[in-house]
């Protein structure tokens, strides 16, 4: 019953910044947690952000201090900012929501190159 729409992906030189944005088709209460997940090329698909619907976050070593996961619960949308983005940052980013089972988004493509 969860539709998940990512968006805001693009092409970003080295110390940039973005907004990703995944908007959900149900209220956010419905949903339990609500997360990033990354897949660099040539490599496996691994999360980098997530929070729960009470706002607890969780967040991968190689994003800490730079990522910022955060939800809006009147637009059912959550974003994950991103600053001083580095060439490793370069993947799909998949949005996913969980309540009784998981569900995924179709992906943004995020490319960090000088």
């Known amino acids: 019953q969860v539709q998940l729409v990512a968006s805001g992906g693009g092409l970003w030189q080295p110390g940039g910044s973005l907004r990703l944005s995944c908007a959900a088709s149900?209220?956010?209460?419905?949903?339990?947690?609500m997360a990033w997940y990354r897949q660099p090329p040539g490599k496996e698909r691994k999360m980098v952000a997530a929070?729960?619907?009470?706002?607890?976050?969780n967040y991968a070593d190689s994003v800490k201090g730079r990522f910022t996961i955060s939800r809006e619960n009147a637009e059912n949308t959550m974003y994950l900012q991103m600053t001083s983005l580095k060439p490793e940052d370069t993947a799909i980013y998949y949005c996913?929501?969980?309540?009784?089972?998981?569900?995924w988004g179709q992906g943004t493509q995020v490319t960090v190159s000088s």
């Open positions: 996913k929501a969980s309540n009784y089972r998981d569900y």
């Open positions: 149900v209220s956010f209460f419905s949903i339990s947690t």
């Open positions: 929070i729960t619907r009470h706002g607890s976050t």
